[in-house]
């Protein structure tokens, strides 16, 4: 059974770092878009970040750009959000998803294709 387990959030004062890390099981990420969202309470979801496992190519939202960074190790089957720099408006519940494609820095699934959402991880951030 295809799954993603999120680990690695919790709590930081403003200025910390964080390394989020995404398991797969049952799959492997090879010709996957990998994405990283967040939801804040009383928010939208908002993507994050994107990584295509193919080309290697990483996008990110503006929010992030230049404080992010979304990794991955084939050999584990896993991908990293490393987190720097990190504000109060990054507090949210963080979510990987395997999609297929890359579209700026959100992962897009293509229906009919098998996708997968990990359950999430709670990162906040405060003094």
């Known amino acids: 059974q295809a799954r993603l387990v999120e680990s690695g959030g919790g709590l930081v004062q403003p200025g910390g770092s964080l390394r989020l890390s995404c398991a797969a099981s049952?799959?492997?990420?090879?010709?996957?878009?990998m994405g990283w969202f967040r939801q804040a309470p009383g928010k939208e979801r908002e993507a994050v970040s994107c990584?295509?496992?193919?080309?290697?190519?990483?996008y990110y939202a503006r929010s992030v750009e230049g404080r992010f960074t979304i990794s991955n190790n084939n050999a584990k089957d896993t991908v990293y959000l490393q987190m720097d720099g990190l504000k109060p408006e990054d507090t949210a519940v963080y979510y990987c998803?395997?999609?297929?494609?890359?579209?700026?820095?959100?992962?897009?699934?293509?229906?009919?294709?098998?996708?997968?959402w990990g359950q999430g991880t709670q990162v906040t951030v405060s003094s």
């Open positions: 990584l295509s496992i193919s080309d290697g190519s990483t």
């Open positions: 049952g799959f492997t990420l090879d010709n996957y878009a």
């Open positions: 998803a395997s999609g297929h494609y890359c579209s700026g820095a959100e992962s897009y699934a293509i229906p009919g294709y098998p996708s997968s």
